[in-house]
């Protein structure tokens, strides 16, 4: 044993085991090291019986067994989990450093087998016998001999700093065997292979086995030169680049704009940090803040990215408002902000106990359709007044570019988001209320059909990874809710609509008006003229001549602009110092607003025979329609007046042929139509008109100029009709309804089977008409001509308001 080895624990107590016999070992398990014949391998130890066998070997002077380890990961190994096949090492030096760690030199001997393992050592001992080679000299040996020490060569050339010496040394080993365990032993190859090699015990095999080692590390290693190579000519690139780059900074900094830059670099990336954007946004976020970094300011592309980057930063990525739902307390903000709607607010209200039973649940959009003017957006402010929510809104009016959505992509000069994103950066949280006006007027054009974009916004299942051409990452809507205004649900899209609750908003009657104007037109003018109560009050009389005689609306828009040119008046006479305060009634509000703009002309229109009144139902609500019959000596021709669509005519065609048919019943000669043309008329030509519901006025008017019986001038219909003489039914009856008592109409004809529609009518409504259901074009005829003999009476009899015409006919509602 050499000198050089230290001895450990010199006053060691007595052993407690008994020694070792000549043909055992103590076992040394390695974590990862496996240890050749003749090779010199440094370990450290740290496990107890390590140490012990270790120390037992340098006090008895003899051998220690290197095992390697199956699984590195256990602390204690058992004897089940090493190798059977070791290698017998020569300890040359055991150092206890100051720092109580333990230090070993050893150096392989030879190959050694295990045969039992032995109890009662604190440490692993077990018989071992020795593996012998046999060292044969055969051409194919030779052969081998000499291939694998050119590739131990050219492995050692392709190795960084290689030492000149492990060279010389491989040339030197003439032994098949020693050559073999040397270029394994000194392989980075893992430990696995190692040990495979180790028990490799015939040469020819173990050479072969090392060979293939070797060959497969060369290939590792000329791929590393190679790309060694490639880097290194890059990085030289690289270097230039750098050096031409901090020269740019220099400069830069002598003109004074290199600290602005970097300045605004850093500003930008301490507010991505805090935009706290999902994972896809802050890495392309990332990726565009290192490309402006890269960038000189006089790039064209340079304030691109800056506000490509200013978008990302600015969405509200993780904002959420607190969402606070208080049925009682929305109840209250809907009725303190709107008159009437009763089955609009419960159905808002249905919708807020949903949202707030389930906040995480897929609630319904809603589409709020009615006429101009009826309250439709300010139904949406007040759900996000209800919610404490942000309201923001959009107009989708006369949209036809799909990229006003999806917005445009970055590659074009001036690109922007599309308005859904626009919005959201306005509202500043995720989660706002955000109102799509007027759906129904979306268009299209070539560059592509808006209303497809709007299918993945209004989807449930699609919105929560909307992605933006100009973001071009997702952006989650889900948490948005989406509320649509529509005149009329038939133009907006089908597939839109389908994702729709539609929910209907009718018109006003004038009770309803008189009371909307109180209690928020009113005050609204007021403040807005600069005057308040005290200066200027309009009274009820007022109000209700205004709505009655200088607007007829389903909303109450122009009545606002009505009031507000009063609330002007009294301003201008105030501030001129003419008066001090300001009454204005129904006597004086001619001298303010001017004359009259409409007039009750139903009694003055239907004074002749051959003119009855219609009622039709336009986007804009309901709207009575005059239909005139003359007739004049000629061939029997039909001819048609008034810019009438294809419709109305073939209505017009019907009802001639079926008075053709009742000539007896209505007590005219059957050949009064031979002689004469009829001439059906609809005033105000410059309008197209076009609908299935005039058949029934058409008619009407036709038995009126042939029996010489004028209609009444009270009465109002609407329904189709059939050659046979039936009542169709039609639809809008609610707005034509609302029409008729905006005209000061009191009795209503409708089709029978039309009753179910009635409900829709608000009780209020009803109150003031008289509805007769017609199923025949008999009951039609007996319940609007005059009595025979009463047409110049009903010409001079005209009532003078409304009270006068109720109190003439009863209510004889259903």
């Not at 990862?32 to 014949?37: R, S």
């Amino acid at each position: 044993m050499p000198d050089t080895v230290s001895q450990p624990n010199q006053a060691r107590k007595p052993e407690a085991f008994p020694p070792l016999p000549d043909d055992a070992l103590a076992i040394l398990p390695a974590r990862q090291a496996v240890l050749f014949p003749g090779i010199v391998l440094p370990l450290t130890l740290n496990r107890p019986a390590s140490i012990a066998a270790a120390q037992e070997a340098v006090r008895h002077e003899r051998n220690i067994a290197v095992l390697l380890q199956r699984d590195p990961s256990v602390d204690e190994p058992m004897e089940e989990q090493l190798y059977r096949v070791g290698t017998a090492a020569e300890i040359l030096r055991y150092v206890t450093a100051p720092d109580g760690t333990h230090h070993l030199i050893c150096r392989g001997v030879r190959r050694i087998r295990i045969m039992d393992y032995l109890s009662g050592y604190p440490f692993l001992a077990a018989r071992v016998e020795q593996i012998g080679t046999s060292e044969v000299f055969t051409p194919a040996i030779e052969a081998r001999v000499t291939l694998l020490k050119q590739r131990a060569q050219e492995a050692l050339q392709l190795l960084p700093n290689f030492p000149a010496e492990m060279g010389a040394a491989i040339e030197g080993l003439d032994s098949p065997s020693a050559l073999a365990d040397f270029v394994a032993g000194v392989s980075d190859a893992k430990p696995a292979e190692k040990q495979e090699i180790l028990e490799a015990v015939d040469v020819t095999e173990r050479l072969d086995k090392v060979l293939a080692m070797i060959g497969e590390r060369l290939k590792v290693l000329r791929l590393t030169k190679e790309i060694g190579d490639q880097t290194q000519s890059s990085l030289s690139s690289q270097q230039r680049q750098h050096i031409l780059r901090e020269q740019l900074r220099q400069i830069q900094k002598e003109l004074g704009e290199g600290d602005e830059k970097s300045a605004e670099i850093a500003e930008l990336g301490e507010r991505i940090a805090k935009a706290e954007m999902p994972k896809e946004a802050k890495e392309q976020a990332d990726k565009e803040l290192k490309r402006l970094e890269r960038m000189p300011e006089a790039a064209g592309e340079y304030a691109m990215i800056r506000t490509y980057l200013d978008w990302l930063i600015d969405l509200p990525w993780s904002k959420l408002a607190p969402e606070r739902i208080d049925i009682a307390e929305a109840r209250r903000i809907l009725d303190e902000e709107h008159f009437g709607l009763e089955k609009v607010k419960r159905r808002i209200l249905e919708f807020l106990a949903v949202r707030k039973l389930n906040p995480d649940g897929k609630s319904p959009i809603l589409c709020f359709i009615g006429p101009p003017g009826v309250g439709k957006t300010s139904l949406g402010q007040s759900i996000a007044h209800a919610t404490g929510r942000k309201f923001a809104r959009i107009s989708l009016g006369g949209v036809h570019d799909e990229a006003e959505i999806r917005g445009h992509r970055r590659t074009y000069i001036g690109a922007l988001p599309g308005n859904i994103i626009q919005a959201m950066r306005r509202a500043e949280i995720r989660n706002p209320v955000l109102m799509l006006d007027e759906m129904d007027k979306l268009g299209s054009g070539f560059q592509g059909d808006p209303s497809s974009a709007l299918l993945e916004v209004l989807d449930p299942e699609q919105n929560s990874t909307f992605r933006d051409n100009y973001l071009a990452v997702p952006f989650d809507l889900s948490k948005v809710m989406f509320i649509g205004t529509a005149n009329m649900a038939d133009t907006i899209p089908g597939p839109v609509r389908d994702r729709m609750e539609i929910i209907e908003i009718p018109s006003y009657i004038d009770e309803e008006k008189l009371e909307i104007a109180k209690r928020y037109l009113v005050k609204r003018q007021l403040a807005a003229a600069g005057l308040d109560a005290l200066q200027c009050e309009i009274t009820d009389a007022a109000l209700s001549r205004i709505i009655r005689d200088y607007t007829r609306e389903a909303g109450v828009r122009n009545l606002e602009r009505e009031i507000g040119a009063v609330c002007r008046h009294a301003a201008m006479r105030i501030a001129e110092k003419q008066d001090e305060k300001l009454r204005v009634t129904e006597d004086n509000l001619t001298s303010i607003l001017g004359p009259p703009r409409f007039e009750r002309e139903s009694a003055m229109r239907t004074s002749v025979p051959g003119v009855a009144t219609g009622l039709a139902w336009t986007p804009v609500g309901g709207d009575i329609l005059f239909i005139e019959a003359t007739r004049t000596p000629g061939n029997g021709r039909l001819v048609l007046t008034g810019q009438l669509g294809d419709v109305m005519k073939e209505s017009a065609q019907a009802a001639l042929t079926l008075a053709k048919g009742r000539t007896a019943e209505l007590g005219v000669a059957s050949d009064s139509f031979e002689k004469s043309d009829i001439h059906i008329h609809v005033p105000a030509g410059a309008i197209p008109k076009d609908g299935p519901s005039a058949g029934v006025a058409m008619f009407t008017a036709l038995a009126s100029l042939l029996t010489g019986r004028t209609v009444r001038s009270d009465t109002a219909m609407t329904g189709e009709i059939s050659l046979r003489g039936l009542v169709l039914p039609i639809g809008g009856v609610k707005e034509k309804v609302l029409a008729a008592i905006r005209a000061g109409i009191t009795t209503v004809l409708l089709p029978a089977r039309n009753r179910k529609d009635l409900e829709d009518v608000p009780e209020s409504a009803r109150q003031h008409v008289r509805i007769v259901w017609l199923d025949t074009v008999e009951d039609a005829v007996a319940a609007a001509l005059e009595a025979p003999g009463a047409a110049s009476l009903a010409s001079d009899a005209t009532p003078d308001s409304d009270s006068q015409r109720r109190a003439a006919r009863p209510n004889d509602l259903p």
